[in-house]
């Protein structure tokens, strides 16, 4: 099977080159704007910094604004402020961070220059005293969100020099968080600093740096601390499951495409002492169905390593189950973690459906903003976007031949505020595709046009393929929803990004797949809901040369959806009757042009039944399945 590479951009509304300035400034200097200086958000449970894990040697909460000495820098170090209240804009709508302290923190808000360029800044400690304390680590309590480059970075920043010119080491303070995401609240980060600070008898001094890259969202800091090491931390990052082929998550898998599923995660020690032992658990539905564990490996300090179970997880055939993951981390040392919290990851359910492949989490739609931004559900782009038509969906691999009937897509809704876009009345239609020798797409096949209804709004619509293609083992696919004017499609859950295992799987391009405009081919990590439809039942049935129509999902719970296809104006009725010839349902419908009905065999038991669409010249009879 043939590995895609993705090389997309990241999602942006733009990204632009800034000029980086050493030039510091004091706080007194940028004139720091106080958003809220009275509110008291109150005193948080989430008590970190307080923990008997490791002596306090420094510690700030903002409680009483900037300490004197401390300074900004970089080209927009300025916008470093102090922040006490939620915080909005066209990209953002979030509370303050629900810090230990409560009330003030540090604030960075990108989002204060037009148009939105990529940023750097960072603020800077006073000298901080150290007496020779041989193991260092800074602990810190965060909130925040990043676009929109693979490479946007926080970074800690540590130096015994005020003016970072010598002996300066850099950390990492993103902690793993894709790009686009919004990370815990508050994201509890303990960095082990002993390799530039463990020793030194005198003064260090902290940076905390929103680098070039990253161009908007924000990011807060509360409840820093320079604390003793403690023994024992372990720390997850990066944490998957995926497909043994493709190494993709999905979330329902149909029976025909059933593979082996992969774990890993990587670990860093942040502890003061090495951790024999170290192994990550697979754990599947509290490990009744799989407890895969890796290889032990020693740790020493700051060591990192990507852990694996030795064992795979192929997930029997039965229909429905939800397997929910959690990839544990542990050693044999005898220690007591730091920050236990950080020890597990945990994934949103998948399970083995009949005939659907997906990747969104099949939860409820993510809500929709005010504005037409392809983050808020997907959708035309604010400037400097050159087109309205798009494309956009998700990679799927395949391990079975076999003929692929439809693409399943949830419609999202249209906005409202103070530019409102209605999506009713869009053009929409599906496609699939397949890749050549050099990895570029290729079509394969594409649905009739759709138009939306208000029905529609928030439902699943399903667009055949008129072709009936079949997918071939061992490839790679991508399915799209193709919008030739204003509209929404829905999103559920978060799809990994450039620089993870698997590479972006989810991309949305203006105006096609196939011919993207430059610069306008991004992955978005705000899952489309578009998947592939292998249900055979799914497939369009001809009433007459006027009238066509679909069912679907088809077996279901006994929610059943209809789609009538009608060229002129006309009645049918429709009957549903049980195994032994009982109607148990009758009702009338006016097609005109395309029309969704929608019944309800929720209440009857499960198992067979038949409907039966009459227009009074001609019926069609199709089995129905309650499960």
């Not at 902690?175 to 003064?203: E, L, Y």
């Not at 906005?415 to 699939?432: E, F, Q, W």
Request: charged share 10%.
């Amino acid at each position: 099977m043939k590995k895609i590479y993705l090389c997309a951009m990241a999602l942006s509304v733009g990204s632009f080159a800034i000029a980086q300035s050493n030039q510091q400034k004091t706080f007194s200097d940028a004139k720091l704007e106080i958003y809220n200086p009275a509110k008291d958000v109150g005193v948080k449970s989430n008590n970190i910094i307080n923990k008997a894990a490791g002596d306090t040697i420094w510690s700030e909460d903002f409680t009483g604004g900037i300490p004197v000495g401390w300074t900004t820098g970089g080209a927009d170090g300025a916008n470093w402020v102090i922040n006490a209240a939620a915080i909005s804009a066209t990209f953002t709508n979030t509370g303050a961070i629900a810090s230990t302290s409560g009330g003030n923190h540090m604030l960075f808000f990108g989002e204060t220059i037009t148009p939105i360029a990529d940023r750097d800044a960072y603020f800077q400690t006073a000298a901080i005293a150290l007496t020779g304390q041989s193991d260092v680590s800074v602990v810190f309590q965060q909130k925040f969100r990043l676009c929109c480059a693979s490479a946007a970075a926080l970074n800690l920043v540590v130096s015994t020099d005020p003016t970072f010119a010598t002996n300066v080491q850099t950390f990492d303070a993103r902690g793993g968080v894709a790009i686009n995401a919004m990370s815990a609240d508050p994201f509890v980060k303990h960095i082990n600093i002993s390799a530039i600070a463990g020793g030194v008898t005198g003064n260090i001094y902290l940076r905390f740096h929103w680098a070039s890259g990253a161009s908007h969202y924000f990011w807060m800091v509360d409840d820093i601390a320079v604390i003793e090491t403690p023994l024992m931390d372990l720390v997850a990052s990066n944490a998957y499951y995926g497909s043994a082929q493709g190494e993709v998550p999905y979330t329902r898998i149909p029976v025909a495409q059933n593979q082996p599923i992969n774990f890993s995660i990587e670990v860093v020690n942040q502890g003061a002492a090495t951790q024999t032992g170290t192994i990550m658990t697979a754990n599947i539905n509290g490990g009744t169905a799989f407890a895969g564990t890796s290889t032990p490996v020693a740790l020493a300090p700051a060591a990192t390593d990507s852990l694996f179970p030795t064992t795979s997880f192929t997930p029997p055939t039965t229909l429905g189950i939800p397997y929910n993951t959690s990839l544990e981390l542990s050693s044999n040392t005898g220690h007591t973690d730091f920050l236990p919290s950080d020890n597990t990851m945990s994934f949103p359910p998948f399970e083995i459906s009949q005939y659907i492949y997906a990747a969104d989490d099949f939860g409820p739609l993510q809500d929709f903003g005010t504005t037409n931004t392809i983050g808020n559900g997907g959708g035309p782009r604010p400037a400097p976007s050159t087109s309205v038509e798009f494309e956009a969906g998700n990679y799927f691999d395949v391990v079975s031949t076999q003929p692929l009937y439809a693409i399943d897509v949830v419609v999202g809704n249209s906005t409202t505020g103070t530019n409102p876009i209605n999506i009713v009345g869009a053009t929409i239609d599906a496609v699939l595709y397949g890749f050549d020798a050099n990895g570029d797409f290729v079509e394969l096949d594409r649905s009739n046009f759709y138009t939306v209804t208000n029905s529609d709004l928030r439902n699943l619509v399903k667009l055949e393929l008129p072709n009936t293609p079949t997918v071939t083992a061992g490839e790679f696919y991508f399915v799209a929803v193709h919008a030739l004017n204003p509209f929404f499609y829905g999103t559920s859950g978060s799809s990994p990004g450039n620089g993870t295992r698997s590479g972006a799987t989810s991309l949305i391009f203006y105006p096609t797949m196939a011919n993207p405009n430059t610069g306008e081919a991004f992955f978005t990590t705000s899952t489309p809901m578009v998947r592939m439809n292998f249900d055979p039942g799914s497939s369009v049935n001809e009433l007459s040369n006027n009238t066509t129509f679909s069912v679907f999902p088809n077996p279901s719970n006994g929610i059943f959806n209809i789609s009538l296809d009608a060229k002129s104006t006309e009645v049918v009725n429709l009957t549903v009757t049980n195994i032994v010839g009982q109607t148990v349902l009758t009702n009338r419908v006016t097609v005109s042009g395309q029309t969704k009905e929608t019944i309800s065999l929720a209440d009857f038991d499960k198992g067979i039944y038949f409907l039966t669409i009459d227009n009074n010249n001609e019926k069609q009879t199709v089995k129905l399945i309650v499960e």
